[in-house]
Every structure is written in structure tokens, then in C-alpha cells.
């Protein structure tokens, strides 16, 4: 849960008094209980994308979760999870108190707290740095206390920016495998932001291209493949390189 539709989504920013448009009439959905990939170039208009599906802004068109209005709820409501591109852990907190911290937020009680943060350390492989700071981490496991984070509180939709795109290939593999995984075992929808064609055939079941804010493509992995769009041929090509 849950499924999102997006009708003719409309985003412009204002900044000293210069409007950028960064996306226009988008219309695509989002299915419920899968992976969906978004891909595009920087400055396509990704991070808006999510930003819009947040409710963190006004927009023109519609977005809609499970056929309400996101406009018309509460964020509470909406049991969702972001992991942004960089990756905001709080600083003086170990990282016990870092994975604790959304349950201490809805009220959960002691020992639900522990069992929840010891169970998500074992599965991201953090049990070891429990008691440490942020700063004395790699950024991997960095990356792993923020994703960890979003999934503590067991949210129905969880959307992620980017979130490992300082990984190396290895590793950003074996990120990908835990969340392949997560997803399957807990059956949520994830939306999953990257520029690399790689990670996206991994980890995707449904994709969407966007091109300078409006769609290129949208479908599963046959029809990626099958498309003749400039921007999908591109993305795919590149894959073909040699790294
Ligand atoms: P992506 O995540 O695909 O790189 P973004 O959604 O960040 O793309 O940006 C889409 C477009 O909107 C770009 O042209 C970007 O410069 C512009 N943009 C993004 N955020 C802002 C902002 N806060 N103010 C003004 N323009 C913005
Ligand atoms: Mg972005």
C-alpha cells in the first residue's frame, strides 16, 4: 500500500523573481506494493517529483493516494518515509538513539523501542556501531542508519532520493538486494529516485523516465527496453558502456 496517481501535476518555482518551471502536466501512477524507478537526467525535475508527492509545496493537478486527495491529508495519516540525497542523521546522537528516534516520536514504548532498533540494526548490519556518533561511521553506514531510519517506522510508502549514490557499484548492489528484499518481506511501495541505469534495472518493477519535467516513458522492464524514446535509448546506451 499505497497505489498513487498523479494527473497533470504542475510545478514552479519561484526564485527572486524568476520562475523556473520543473514540471508540467505529468500525468503517471504510481502501483501499489512495487518498486518504481525514477529516472532522468539532473535537473529533470526527480526530487520535485517526490517533493510534490510529499505535499511540501502547492502544485497544479491532482495527486492522489489510494483515491484521497493528498491535499486533503495530514501527513500523520499518510504512514510515509523519505530518505533525501543527503542523508541528515542528528549529529550528537549514537546511533541507537538516531534509529530510536521516529519510534520516541509516535510514542512506543521502551521495550518496543529496543526490540525495533536492535531487529533493524541486525538486518542493515549496524549492531556494531550502536553506540557510536554519525561522524565516526563510513558514509555507507551512514547511508544505511538514514535508510534505516525511514524503515523503523514500517511505512506504507517510502520514497528515496538518491540514497546511495556515493556507494560504489558493490556495495550500492548490496543495498539494493536489502531493499529488494525489505520490499518483498513487507510488501510496501517504494519510490526509488537514481540517474544510474544500473542500479534502476536491479531494483525496478515499474519505470518512469522524465525528461526536462514531463514523462518520457512510463512501464515495466520489456517495454524500457522496447521504447524508442531519445531519453530512454540514451539512459540504456549508457549502460552499455564499459565501467
Ligand atoms: P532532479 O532531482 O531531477 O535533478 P530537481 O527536481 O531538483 O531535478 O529540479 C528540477 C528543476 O527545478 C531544475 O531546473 C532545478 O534547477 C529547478 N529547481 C529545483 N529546486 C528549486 C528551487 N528550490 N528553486 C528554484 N528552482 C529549483
Ligand atoms: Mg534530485
Redesign the pocket.
Same mark, same amino acid.
Given at each position: 500500500m499505497p497505489e498513487i496517481e498523479i494527473s497533470h501535476l504542475g510545478?514552479t518555482?519561484?526564485?527572486r523573481k524568476?520562475e523556473? *518551471?520543473?514540471?508540467r502536466d505529468l500525468s503517471l501512477r504510481i502501483p501499489n506494493e512495487k518498486i518504481s524507478v525514477v529516472l532522468?537526467?539532473?535537473?529533470?525535475?526527480? *526530487?520535485?517529483?517526490l517533493?510534490a508527492i510529499l505535499n511540501r509545496f502547492a502544485f497544479d493537478g491532482e495527486i492522489r493516494s489510494d483515491g484521497v486527495d493528498i491535499e486533503t491529508m495530514e501527513l500523520g495519516q499518510r504512514n510515509l518515509a523519505y530518505v533525501s540525497?543527503t542523508f541528515d542523521l542528528y549529529p550528537h546522537f549514537t546511533i541507537y538513539d538516531n534509529l530510536a528516534f521516529p519510534l520516541k516520536t509516535i510514542g512506543a514504548s521502551h521495550e518496543e523501542i529496543d526490540e525495533r532498533v536492535l531487529e533493524m540494526a541486525d538486518f542493515l548490519g549496524l549492531r556494531v556501531c550502536l553506540s557510536r556518533k554519525p561522524k565516526d561511521l563510513s558514509v555507507g553506514q551512514q547511508q544505511r542508519v538514514s535508510l534505516g531510519r525511514a524503515l523503523i517506522k514500517r511505512p506504507s510508502l517510502l520514497l528515496l532520493?538518491?540514497p546511495f549514490s556515493n556507494l560504489d557499484v558493490a556495495f550500492r548492489q548490496k543495498m539494493l538486494h536489502l531493499l529488494r528484499d525489505y520490499q518483498i518481506s513487507s510488501q510496501i511501495t517504494i519510490v526509488y529516485?537514481t540517474?544510474q541505469i544500473k542500479d534502476a534495472l536491479w531494483v525496478g518493477d515499474h519505470f518512469i523516465v522524465?525528461e526536462q519535467?514531463t514523462l518520457a516513458f512510463e512501464g515495466d522492464k520489456n517495454a524500457l527496453f522496447a521504447s524508442p524514446n531519445r531519453s530512454v535509448r540514451s539512459l540504456l546506451e549508457a549502460e552499455e558502456e564499459p565501467i
Open positions: 510545478v518555482y519561484l526564485h524568476k523556473t *518551471t520543473a514540471i532522468g537526467a539532473s535537473g529533470s525535475g526527480k *526530487t520535485t517529483l517533493m540525497q532520493d538518491e529516485v540517474h522524465l519535467g
